[in-house]
Each structure stands twice: as C-alpha cells, then as structure tokens.
C-alpha cells in the first residue's frame, strides 16, 4: 500500500561535483532496472537503465552500478550542474508481470551554484 | 521513443464529480498503464490498461473508482470517479513498446479535488 506524509530525502551538492543517488530495492526477481529524472511539474524522464546481468553501465555523465547481493542500485552523475536539480527515482521491473514497474521512495537533488 | 500527451494537463473539480483522463501515444505500444503520484511522494502504480479487456488493478485500486478504457494501441482514458479531496494528486500515463522495455511518461494531469 501506500505510505502518507513521507518526506523525500534530500541530496544538497555543490556545482561541479559528483553526485551519487542511492536506491535499495525489493525483489530478487527484479531482472530490469531504470532511473528516472522527475523536474517539477513534469513526468518522470527516463535516464538509463541496466539489466540484472550487469553490474555498470555507463552514459552521459551518468554512472548506473547495480548490486544484486544486497539488492542496491546507485546512480552516479559526474560534475553536477544546476540543471540536474531535480527528484530522481529509481524502478525495478519484477520480471514475468506484463512490464510494470515499481518506483522507490525518490532523492530530491538541489545543486548549488 | 514514444511521445505522450495527457489531458487536461490540471483541473479543479467539486467533491462527488468524475474526471476522465485522455492518454495518446504517438506510435502503437503494447505496453499502458497509471500511476498516481501524491504530493512529494513517489509513483504509485494504479493499473495496467490491457487493449479490448478489462484492465489489470493493483491492490488498493479498484474499477468502480478507476475505470479505465484502452480501445487500441495508441489511446487509454482513466476516469476518477465520485471524488473526493483525498484523489487530489498527479495522475501519469506511462507506456511501453514491450514488457522489457522502458517506460516512458506523460506530462501528468494535476487533479485538485474541493
């Protein structure tokens, strides 16, 4: 079910650095995995993936790294800008259910200039 | 890559009305579905739209309060029925080429409910 009155974490970085989102999920079953971008007011923006037979994958200035031992995924973004000030999500894919997905609690990122 | 268009985009409706929402893709996709999104909280999902039948809800979501309509492979409506100010929320429309593909997303429809 859904959960009331939660409040998204917050990750506050300084333009120019590193970022690194965290997200744990729930099923092992889980076999397909998909960040999003979400600005405000806008639907959620996809920006990479990864299977579950890979541990990485890289794009543009993003980093996707996937541990199924401890059922993490993370998303790196390499020298953060303003833009990328936003609620970034990630979703598993459960494998075998018609392609749903399922979306963790979200990280809002604010940059500083 | 699909291009998707959801309207209204916001609306204000009285306590007890239904509000139908139109979803149009721009190429045939197998994939629909809703999903709601409360205010600063994550997606939640609604249903699947399954083309000529009934669509698929996930628990808690039922289809006297959502019905949902998928006549063809481009186009799904979801309708918020006998609302109430608890179903003040984003409502997104999200679709799929495959089942093992990425979805991709509306613009969302902003529903305030009074």
């Known amino acids: 079910g859904e959960s009331v009155g939660l409040h998204l974490p917050t990750l506050s970085v300084q333009e120019g650095d590193n970022s690194i989102i965290n997200c744990a999920y729930s099923?092992?079953?889980?076999?397909?995995f998909i960040w999003y971008k979400q600005e405000s007011g806008k639907g959620p923006q996809f920006i990479i993936d990864?299977?579950?037979?890979?541990d990485k994958r890289q794009g543009q200035r993003v980093t996707v790294l996937l541990n199924k031992t401890v059922k993490h995924l993370s998303l790196q973004i390499a020298a953060t800008q303003p833009g990328d000030s936003a609620v970034y999500f990630c979703?598993?894919?459960?494998?075998?259910?018609?392609?749903?997905?399922?979306f963790g609690q979200g990280t809002e990122l604010s940059v500083k200039p | 890559s699909a291009v998707i268009s959801q309207k209204p985009s916001r609306d204000i409706c009285q306590r007890g009305t239904s509000l139908t929402i139109q979803c149009q893709v721009d190429s045939q996709v197998t994939m629909m579905f809703w999903y709601r999104q409360q205010p600063g909280q994550s997606l939640t999902l609604i249903a699947t739209a399954n083309q000529g039948s009934e669509a698929t809800y996930e628990s808690g979501f039922v289809i006297d309060k959502f019905p949902i309509s998928r006549p063809n492979l481009t186009f799904s409506t979801l309708t918020v029925s006998n609302m109430s100010p608890e179903d003040s929320s984003i409502y997104l429309c999200?679709?799929?080429?495959?089942?093992?593909?990425?979805?991709?997303f509306g613009s969302g429809t902003q529903l305030s409910v009074l």
């Open positions: 990864i299977r579950s037979n890979m």
């Open positions: 979703a598993e894919n459960l494998g075998n259910q018609g392609g749903k997905l399922i």
């Open positions: 099923n092992s079953a889980s076999d397909y």
């Open positions: 999200s679709a799929a080429t495959d089942a093992n593909e990425k979805l991709f």
